[in-house]
């Protein structure tokens, strides 16, 4: 992983760390010295990742926690937790996020808002309540994991680029609003990256849209953890209501 100077000692709250392209994140923060708190669903997997990280080095400064994203009352108690721990919180990566891929015709208006409010509101909500902590210190970076289906959409599964482009909006809005208190608030645009969330579409699908990758491969979790960093660290302090493209090409 890239090192950032600028990241050492930062707290750092990374939303769907537990595993894929938030996890390679988690440790991309580890690894560059900043304090980590590692949002997941459930008990089981965030054991599991602090299990998986503390084999790699054992006096990594992370905490697990799992609170439920759609509840504001579990998200302050987490956010109690971290500046507990902490002391405060510098960088927020709301990276939680499921994809879809069901056709209009199958859909109902719950299903369409399920998705919404994972890759939506729950950024939205960490986001608010992230952000007056950030606006005391006059200093602070937020980003957000769009997709390259923010840019391009997709044949089915339409409340997931739907979700995105929410996403690049709410990035390029905060980014004009939170710029004059020194919050930056960019977004990245994974393209195919090589995790279970990618596993689990259809294969032809997959071998059809590699096939058309200029930099001919599936990304890595680590091409967007580095992204990430990058995004949040002083290296990109004059970037903010960018999103940027991580795709080997594909969309351009
Ligand atoms: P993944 O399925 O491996 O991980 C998703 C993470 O989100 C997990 O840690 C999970 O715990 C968390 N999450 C999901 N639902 C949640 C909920 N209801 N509450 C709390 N946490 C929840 O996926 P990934 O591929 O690493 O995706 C991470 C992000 O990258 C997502 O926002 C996804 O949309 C985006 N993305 C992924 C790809 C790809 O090719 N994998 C491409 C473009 C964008």
Redesign the pocket.
């Given at each position: 992983m890239n090192q950032y100077p600028s990241l050492q000692d930062k707290v750092v709250i990374v939303?769907?760390?537990?595993?894929?392209?938030?996890?390679e994140t988690v440790r991309g923060f580890l690894q560059n010295g900043a304090k980590v708190a590692m949002?997941?669903?459930?008990q089981e997997?965030v054991n599991k990742a602090l299990a998986r990280l503390r084999e790699e080095n054992a006096s990594y400064p992370v905490l697990g926690c799992y609170p439920?994203?759609?509840s504001e009352t579990e998200v302050k108690e987490m956010l109690d937790a971290v500046t507990t721990q902490f002391g405060t919180v510098d960088i927020l990566v709301n990276?939680?996020?499921?994809?879809d891929a069901t056709s209009l015709y199958d859909y109902d208006d719950q299903h369409f808002s399920d998705v919404m409010k994972?890759?939506v509101d729950?950024m939205f909500r960490l986001t608010r309540l992230c952000a007056g902590m950030m606006k005391e210190k006059g200093k602070g970076a937020i980003v957000n994991?769009?997709?390259?289906?923010s840019l391009y959409a997709q044949r089915s599964g339409s409340a997931?680029p739907t979700s995105?482009f929410a996403v690049n909006g709410m990035s390029k809005a905060l980014a004009r609003e939170l710029g004059k208190d020194g919050i930056r608030v960019n977004a990245v645009?994974?393209?195919?990256?090589?995790?279970?969330?990618?596993k689990a579409l259809d294969e032809n699908l997959i071998t059809a849209m590699a096939a058309n990758i200029p930099l001919q491969r599936l990304?890595k979790?680590e091409d967007?953890a580095d992204a990430i960093l990058f995004l949040a660290s002083d290296a990109a302090s004059y970037i903010t209501g960018a999103v940027l493209s991580v795709d080997g090409g594909f969309v351009g």
């Open positions: 939303s769907g760390g537990t595993r894929g392209i938030g996890y949002l997941g669903s459930r997997t439920d994203l759609q990276n939680a996020g499921v994809s994972i890759n729950a994991t769009s997709s390259m289906v997931y995105k645009a994974p393209g195919i990256i090589g995790t279970d969330m990618v990304g979790p967007i």
